[in-house]
């Protein structure tokens, strides 16, 4: 084999080792993409899957918020009108003990029925302030500041703000719908009108 016949092999030789190389290195950048794109695609599936069980929980977690405002704000608006009430009649004993002089102990009646209904106001208004929404709690402070201080001592010198417990029942009223049935909202303008009367 001669000089010309050794390039020859050289050449095909190298020929051999360059393809093996260009498929090698095909190979190698097909497994990378490949690698690559089920790597991409495992991550967006976990994220997806994240994100399902965070609106799983979300939707659960507001399912229960619902349920249990929905027994809470009721309760509360009760209250208030209790309380406001009770506030009324104990205010109407006392005027009436002064213009008449009768005895301390006929308010004791009213001033039971005061204080029980200031009582379970406080329970309420602090199961508002646990579980309600900010905007429930925003709305409840023109209705709250209507009446005398559910805490601490009380010293009963004047009625209800009734106007401004109007404006703040209506204002809860509407939050209430909102946080209760939000699918039903537009519809809530209705229940706005309806407050209970003294």
């Not at 010198?157 to 039903?184: Q, S, W």
């Amino acid at each position: 084999m001669g000089l010309f016949g050794r390039q020859e092999r050289r050449k095909r030789d190298h020929a051999r080792w360059f393809e093996a190389k260009v498929s090698l290195g095909g190979a190698l950048s097909a497994a990378l993409i490949g690698g690559a794109v089920v790597l991409v695609g495992t991550l967006v599936t976990h994220r997806d899957d994240k994100v399902q069980q965070t609106q799983a929980v979300q939707e659960d977690h507001s399912a229960e918020a619902r349920d249990r405002r929905s027994q809470i704000y009721p309760a509360y608006l009760h209250a208030a009108a209790a309380y406001r009430d009770a506030m009324h009649s104990t205010w109407l004993a006392v005027e009436l003990r002064r213009q008449t002089g009768a005895p301390y102990a006929s308010l004791y009646p009213a001033l039971k029925t005061f204080e029980e209904a200031r009582r379970a106001y406080q329970d309420q208004r602090t199961l508002l302030a646990m579980y309600g929404s900010e905007r429930a709690w925003t709305a409840q402070v023109d209705m709250s500041a209507s009446l005398l201080p559910a805490y601490g001592k009380v010293k009963l010198e004047a009625d209800a703000d009734y106007d401004r417990f109007d404006r703040g029942y209506r204002a809860f009223l509407g939050e209430f719908c909102k946080d209760v049935n939000p699918e039903i909202a537009p519809d809530c303008r209705q229940a706005q009108a309806v407050i209970p009367r003294r």
